[in-house]
């Protein structure tokens, strides 16, 4: 979480983290107290952000950290069933030609 604060004298927008954010709330409390009808502290908007992770799993956890594309995951699961065969990374795709070959040849033979 990070708060999105325009800078007036720049004209930009500054990204600053939680901690920031209440010491500058803080201040700006301090300052309006000693001057009663001023406004101080500017508008700030809460904002959140997506951050991709992954993790290497076993029996236990292996290893995890940020994930090494920003913005997106780099792996994604691939699974699928045709004629109930299940399909995944584990088991690869197989030619459909062949399995229909196989089955018709199969039918053949009984």
Not at 8 to 31: F, G, P, R
Not at 99 to 106: A, V, Y
């Amino acid at each position: 979480m990070f708060y999105l604060i325009a800078d007036e004298e720049t004209n930009k927008k500054l990204q600053i983290n939680q901690a920031q954010y209440d010491h500058m709330l803080a201040n700006a409390k301090k300052l309006e107290a000693r001057l009663p009808g001023v406004k101080v502290m500017p508008t700030a908007a809460r904002m959140t952000r997506k951050v991709y992770k992954r993790a290497f799993l076993g029996n236990e956890l292996l290893q995890s950290g940020d994930a090494p594309i920003k913005g997106r995951f780099s792996w994604a699961c691939i699974t699928g069933e045709t004629r109930s065969q299940q399909r995944s990374l584990v088991r690869p795709d197989q030619d459909h030609d062949v399995l229909g070959h196989r089955k018709h040849e199969q039918d053949k033979q009984q």
